[in-house]
């Protein structure tokens, strides 16, 4: 008698039913060929090329390892939508996982190999029996001439890195921490130089290209359509008990449908959820006589995001007391965008709202010092009602760049291409003694992409109203 192993027996595994070798076998025969059709290079491969020359000009003689990462499991045999490193794609316009970019230094330059899982062989049974990679299962992928075609970059097969990472040494400098299995291959040749990639990696994006200016503007365009669609679902929305999370599908199917999704989770939150500065669990109900604080972005298929706040009246009028606050708001949000200029220091603008918004509350008697000493460094008490920063770079992070160095982003200076977001707030506890009752449970933020040029900046987002009065006229017509 055999004795089953316990942990087997324990273990579930599949639940498909097992494959017969006769099927096996027939699984194998008779397939047609099936090519990619009207094969071309894609739009943003000529400009990934350039950015791999620049990587590739200011590291000769090293060997350069970007992997694209791996799928993640969200609930045990179901993976999470796959979304790869940002850098990975900037350099290579590949969305796929599991993708290694390599820059072998080949005299003062680089021979780029992209190496990729191809498309799923249809004599070894993966193509139906593998399900996290499997066409059956997860779709085509290109084979590797079709990739070299749309890329614009050598491929070759995932299974031959090994080779290339464990031959002669060569001086390494590894994007860690993105996939195991590249780490372990890949040692780099000192930590500290690799981390110098990541940031510089980072500081690369800092400045867009007219590509991801246009996409960036699409992102704008499409979340603006967003917005519309939320205004015109708030009817519907009011009568549910989860009116917040109504809206956030409204929001989420336009994402769908003009991009990849959304570049991170909406946040709709009504009333005092809106003093919540990352709410996204959005199961409130509306209330037509609060506000609705509504931060959403469509992320296109480039993944490129928008980023965009505006806070409407769910009455479609404010009130006194929301208008006055709203205004406090809107003015410091045009004192930092007046700030935005090439030469300007990145915190110049966030320094120029936060002014604004310390002497409106020093006005409304709610800051008892004066703006000057509330501003100074080792004070900073405005800030108990406006916590975060005023902006920050947007691309295909929504928090672009954020691995670059403080000297090249947060303590730099504005150049044409950079592409940001202004975005004061007021954020109002429910709790807080030291406000007048009626401000109480008030959260308002209002934010906008904008794109720095040659003499100021362009607001991307100007189809989008801010002022009070064209928000509630702008309500009234999409309401009808």
Known sequence: MTRQ????????????????????????????????????PEPVAPWAAKRRERLSARYPGERLVVPAGTLKVRSNSVDYRFRPHTAYTYLTGDHTPDGVLVLEPVGDAHEAVLYLRPRSPRDTGEFYRDRRHGEFWTGRRPTLDESTTLLGVECAHLDTLPARLTGPAVPT????????????????????????????????????????????QLAVDHTATGFADVVRALPRALRHPRGERWLEGVFDMRA???????????????????????????????DPTQLLLFDAGVEMDSLYTADITRTLPLSGRFTPAQREAYELVLAAQQAGIDALRPGARFRDFHNAAMRV?????????????????????????????????????????????????AEAYLDGVLEPGHVLTVEPGLYLQPDDETLPVELRGIG???????????????????????????????????AG
């Open 5 to 40: 192993d316990p942990a087997a027996a324990l273990n579930t595994g599949t639940h498909d039913m097992p494959v017969s070798p006769v099927l096996d076998a027939f699984m194998a025969t008779a397939w047609a060929p099936s090519p990619l059709p009207d094969l071309g």
């Open 173 to 216: 400098r590894l994007l860690c921490g993105v996939d195991p299995d590249v780490d372990r291959l890949a040692a780099p040749t000192d930590a500290g130089r690799s981390a110098e990639l990541a940031a510089h990696l980072s500081e690369m994006r800092l400045v867009k290209d007219p590509w991801e200016v246009e996409q960036l």
């Open 256 to 286: 769908r449908i003009e991009g990849n999704g959304t570049g991170y989770d909406t946040i709709a939150a009504a009333g005092a959820h809106a003093c919540v500065l990352h709410w996204i669990r959005n199961d409130g109900p509306l």
């Open 357 to 405: 918004i310390a002497e409106g509350l020093h006005a409304w008697g709610v800051l008892r010092v004066t703006p000057e000493e509330a501003l100074r460094p080792d004070s900073g008490l405005y800030r108990r009602y406006t916590l975060c920063s005023s902006g920050h770079m947007l691309g295909m992070d929504l928090h672009d760049c954020a691995k670059a160095r």
């Open 444 to 478: 308002i933020r209002v934010e906008d992409d904008l794109v720095i040029t040659e003499d100021g900046a362009r607001l991307m987002s100007a189809a989008l109203p801010r002022t009070p009065d064209a928000i509630e006229e702008w309500m009234g017509t999409l």
